[in-house]
Nanobody
Framework: QVQLVESGGGLVQAGGSLRLSCAAS????????MGWYRQTPGKQRELVAT???????NYAASMKGRFTISRDNAKNTIYLQMNSLKPEDTAAYYC?????????????WGQGTQVTVSS
């Protein structure tokens, strides 16, 4: 089993910055992908950014340039630096870890951390 604990959410004014962290623990294999997703009430969860254990990154188009994902493999932790925040970035942000056990893909999700951007 894998546990994911997010932190760093909060209230910030438009134009401000926040840094989210997600620490993973448990049965983690050397090759995996971790990422951030976000969700607002009544909407589907959407991709923010992902990063593999070898450092390959992928961003949603609307967040590229403002958000930066990074990871510390030694700590099994990923980060999301969010700059130039906008009110529409307000959402619950969730961390995900995806890996394979044999040929079976499996995903784990954190509990989420709320980000609120005031105008």
């Amino acid at each position: 089993q894998v546990q994911l604990v997010e932190s760093g959410g909060g209230l910030v004014q438009a134009g401000g910055s926040l840094r989210l962290s997600c620490a993973a623990s448990g049965r983690i294999f050397s090759f995996n992908a971790m990422g951030w997703y976000r969700q607002t009430p009544g909407k589907q969860r959407e991709l923010v950014a992902t990063i593999t254990s070898d450092g390959s990154t992928n961003y949603a188009a609307s967040m590229k340039g403002r958000f930066t994902i990074s990871r510390d493999n030694a700590k099994n932790t990923i980060y999301l630096q969010m700059n130039s925040l906008k009110p529409e970035d307000t959402a619950a942000y969730y961390c995900k870890l995806a890996q394979r056990i044999g040929i079976q893909p499996i995903e784990y999700w954190g509990q989420g951390t709320q980000v609120t951007v005031s105008s």
